[in-house]
Nanobody
């Protein structure tokens, strides 16, 4: 069974960079036709898809978040990462990683709380 685990700091100061990593076990992020996503949920709001990285290293972004968001991967560690620069308090959310479908995300991590505050 595929398992995903988010990791990263729980507190980020405004204007700094938020960096999270998702470690995947039970499957490879380079398996053909797999896609690996970042989604977030701000307090009191719904889920927001941020972007994804494909098995072929192609990246996809939510147009409303693209300017300050990047997704990359480390195939040697079977991990993919999220970076969001110049964060503001509105970036406070629970961040999830998920996969492996382009649309059908059958597997999710438990989520990690990130708070943007000084």
């Amino acid at each position: 069974q595929v398992r995903l685990q988010e990791s990263g700091p729980g507190l980020v100061q405004p204007s700094q960079t938020l960096s999270l990593t998702c470690t995947v076990s039970g499957g490879s992020i380079t398996t053909s036709s797999t896609y690996w996503h970042w989604i977030r949920q701000p307090p009191g709001k719904g889920l927001e898809w941020m972007g994804a990285i494909g098995y072929d290293d192609t990246t996809y972004y939510n147009p409303s978040l693209k300017n300050h968001t990047s997704i990359s991967r480390d195939t040697s560690k079977n991990q993919f990462s999220l970076q969001r620069t110049s964060v503001i308090p509105e970036d406070t959310a629970v961040y999830y990683c998920a996969g492996p479908g382009l649309v059908d995300m059958a597997y999710w991590g438990k989520g990690t709380q990130v708070t943007v505050s000084s």
